[in-house]
C-alpha cells in the first residue's frame, strides 16, 4: 500500500468514527511556535497555569512523544449545540460541557483508529491526544488546513466555524501532507471588541489569566480575583462569548453525538434553582461531565462571586 492510499484508509476512517474533518501535517519541531511559546510564558499569560511551563520539549516536538514520528493526524469534532439556557438570567455555562466529557467520548474514538491503523498496517508507534497532553492543538490543526487560528486563539474551519474540539493521532508512518489555508479574520475584530475581561490583549494574543474560562475552570483560589467583578457576563464554567460573536460561527451547524446532549434538567435550571444548588444535584447534574473539573466547590465558588457583582 502506498502513501496515498495509507492516507485515504485513514482519513475515510476518521470520518466513519464521527469526525468531521481531517487533516495531516509533518512531524518537526515547531521552531516558530517554539518562540512563541517562550514570549508568552515570559509575559505569565498562563496565570497560575504552571503545567503550560512544563514539557516543553514535547510542545514544540512530537518526536519526543512518539519515537520515530513523521506524521500528526489532526481531528475536529463538533460540539456545537445552539439550544440556550431557559433562564436568561441564570449563570451560564459553557456548551462544550453540555454533555459528557469529551475526554472520555473522544478518546474512546482515538482507541478505535488506532486499533484499525494497527490491524492495517502492522505494529506502529502511535499516540492519540484530546487536549490533556503537552500537544500544541491548534498549531498541527492549522498545519494541517483545518483551519486557521483566529485573533481570540482558537481554530476557525471556513465550512464549520469553531466550535469543535480538536484531538491528534501521532504516527510513525509517513502520509501525504496537507496544505495549509490562508487567514481570514481579516478586519474584524468582533472577539476582541466583545471579551468582558479584555483577555485578548492584542489580535492572536490572549493572556490566560484574565480569560473568563480560566477564572472559572483552571483558577483554584477560593476567591476569584475582585478586579472581575462585573466582568464575567454570568458565567459559572467556562464562556462562550469570542465565538458567539465570530461571524465564522454562522456556518456552525448542530452536533449529532448523543454523548454531547444535556442532562435532561440542566437547561431548565433557574437562577435560583443555581443559586441553591446541592452537592446531590451537583453530581446527579454532571455525571462524566467535564464540569467536575471545577468540582462542587468551585461551581459554588463562581455562582457566589457572580451574585456578589
Not at 28 to 50: C, P, T
Not at 123 to 131: K, T, W
Not at 164 to 188: H, Q, S, W
Not at 189 to 202: H, Q
Amino acid at each position: 500500500m502506498d502513501v496515498r492510499e495509507k492516507t485515504k484508509l485513514v482519513k475515510r476512517k476518521c470520518f466513519d468514527l464521527g469526525f468531521s474533518h481531517v487533516g495531516i501535517s509533518k512531524s518537526v519541531f515547531l521552531e516558530k511556535e517554539a518562540k512563541r511559546l517562550e514570549v508568552w510564558l515570559s509575559n505569565d499569560f498562563n496565570g497560575k497555569m504552571k503545567y503550560m511551563e512544563n514539557h516543553f520539549d514535547k510542545r514544540t516536538d512530537p518526536g519526543k512523544l512518539v519515537d520515530g514520528a513523521k506524521s500528526v493526524i489532526s481531528i475536529l469534532f463538533n460540539y456545537h449545540n445552539p439550544t440556550k439556557q431557559l433562564d436568561t438570567k441564570a449563570p451560564k455555562i459553557s456548551q462544550y460541557a453540555y454533555g459528557k466529557d469529551y475526554h472520555y467520548v473522544i478518546k474512546n474514538k482515538l482507541k478505535e483508529l488506532q486499533l484499525f491503523l494497527t490491524q492495517k498496517f502492522g505494529e506502529i508507534n502511535c499516540r492519540g491526544f484530546v487536549d490533556s497532553a503537552p500537544v500544541m492543538d491548534k498549531v498541527w490543526a492549522e498545519k494541517s488546513g483545518l483551519g486557521w487560528i483566529g485573533k481570540h486563539s482558537n481554530l476557525i474551519n471556513k465550512e464549520v466555524g469553531s466550535y469543535f474540539f480538536i484531538a491528534e493521532l501521532i504516527v510513525d508512518i509517513e502520509l501525504e501532507e496537507d496544505i495549509p489555508i490562508n487567514d481570514y479574520c481579516g478586519t474584524c475584530t468582533k472577539c476582541i471588541d466583545a471579551c468582558p475581561t479584555e483577555a485578548i490583549v492584542k489580535p492572536y494574543v490572549v493572556d490566560g489569566s484574565k480569560c473568563i474560562s480560566y477564572l472559572t475552570i483552571e483558577l483554584k483560589d477560593q476567591i476569584l480575583p475582585n478586579e472581575f467583578k462585573d466582568k464575567m457576563d454570568n458565567w459559572m464554567f467556562g464562556c462562550d462569548i469570542c465565538q458567539d460573536v465570530c461571524p465564522w460561527n454562522r456556518f456552525a451547524s448542530a452536533h449529532n453525538e448523543p454523548q454531547f446532549n444535556p442532562h435532561p434538567d440542566l437547561l431548565k435550571l433557574t437562577k435560583k434553582e443555581w443559586n441553591e444548588l446541592s452537592e446531590e444535584t451537583y453530581q446527579n447534574l454532571f455525571r462524566k461531565s467535564a464540569v467536575k473539573r471545577t468540582k462542587f466547590s468551585g461551581l459554588k465558588r463562581n455562582i457566589t462571586f457572580l451574585n456578589s457583582t
